[in-house]
């Protein structure tokens, strides 16, 4: 699959500002002093789902709206954020939305995607059990399946990594999250289609390794888990599509540690007072974890959603607590 080009980016770009107004990159010191690296953070965490993946959604359901206007609604499988920007995008457009969650999924999530207008359903121990059920309803309820990774999905995501390259063309490094891939397929894309230089360094948890390990073997490794807190990371099975643009474009792919996630969202707070859920945190943890070799640099953090649960936030600030003490 290749990547976005600029035209198909400013295209999806109208989609999205035709809904939420671009989110700011901020300069914080305190990070900077923390990191020893000058860091600016693209602040996804405020959209109106309070996470970038509402990009994709109002992309991808303004395009099927367009090409399939006979389309009565649609069903995807989801962590919490997919689910909410499809929620709520569908909704934008007049169409219904149904979304699957495992069991055990983040609560305040699911509230939060039927807030936005979806029907939740709850099926399986994981993210992958839940996506391929969400398969067999899609042919038993004439729904359009709405897949984790596809190319509207990409375009619609890239709308932030193009204003952040544009606001900040001189970025070293920019780390980025890493889930089922459209996030870092995003960036990439618009890295390429602004002529950067920018390096672009993919995250993902250690609980949830399948493409820091595919990203090593050169083909898709798929585990058998991904227990992790960070929602957004947690896939066992890699895109292919994905793989073949994050090999092409990112320089590496660092893993993080729940408790260096953990550490990682008490530093946004305490730092920038931002809340950061698990993915959202990842990048910060990263640099941390490299902070040598990025001392003096000038790096982008994508703090890509901040829907932490109140118990998991409580973690968050204890460990922040520990480290410093």
């Not at 219904?96 to 709850?122: C, F, Q, R, W």
């Not at 932030?160 to 390259?165: A, D, G, K, R």
């Not at 459209?182 to 390096?199: F, H, K, P, V, Y």
């Amino acid at each position: 699959m290749p990547t976005a080009t600029r035209s198909e980016l400013k295209a999806a770009a109208e989609n999205v500002y035709a809904h939420m107004v671009p989110t700011p990159a901020h300069h914080w010191p305190l990070l900077t002093k923390r990191t020893g690296a000058e860091v600016w953070v693209k602040h996804e965490n405020h959209t109106p789902i309070g996470a970038f993946k509402v990009r994709g959604g109002l992309n991808f359901m303004t395009r099927l709206k367009h090409d399939q206007p006979d389309c009565i609604g649609v069903i995807t499988a989801t962590r919490g954020n997919h689910g909410q920007s499809v929620a709520l995008a569908a909704s934008k457009v007049g169409l219904s939305a149904t979304v699957l969650v495992p069991h055990g999924n983040n609560p305040e999530k699911n509230d939060a995607m039927e807030a936005y207008g979806g029907e939740l359903i709850v099926h399986g121990e994981d993210f992958q059990e839940a996506r391929e059920y969400a398969g067999e309803l899609a042919g038993d309820k004439g729904l359009h399946m709405i897949p984790p990774f596809h190319p509207w999905l990409i375009e619609g995501v890239g709308s932030y990594s193009v204003e952040f390259l544009q606001a900040q063309p001189d970025l070293d490094t920019v780390y980025v999250p890493i889930g089922m891939g459209s996030g870092i397929c995003g960036m990439i894309s618009a890295r390429d289609a602004l002529g950067a230089t920018t390096e672009i360094v993919g995250v993902v948890a250690e609980n949830a390794p399948s493409y820091a390990l595919s990203f090593a073997a050169g083909e898709c490794v798929p585990t058998n888990s991904a227990d992790t807190m960070a929602d957004g990371l947690a896939c066992r099975v890699p895109d292919p599509d994905a793989l073949d643009i994050i090999m092409a474009g990112a320089a590496r792919i660092v893993s993080v540690s729940e408790a260096e996630m953990l550490a990682a969202m008490g530093y946004y707070f305490t730092d920038t007072h931002n809340i950061a859920e698990g993915a959202g945190a990842a990048p910060l943890a990263a640099l941390m974890k490299e902070r040598g070799a990025m001392a003096g640099k000038r790096v982008g953090l994508i703090l890509s959603g901040g829907n932490a649960d109140r118990e998991l936030f409580r973690q968050a600030l204890l460990s922040a607590d520990e480290t410093a003490n």
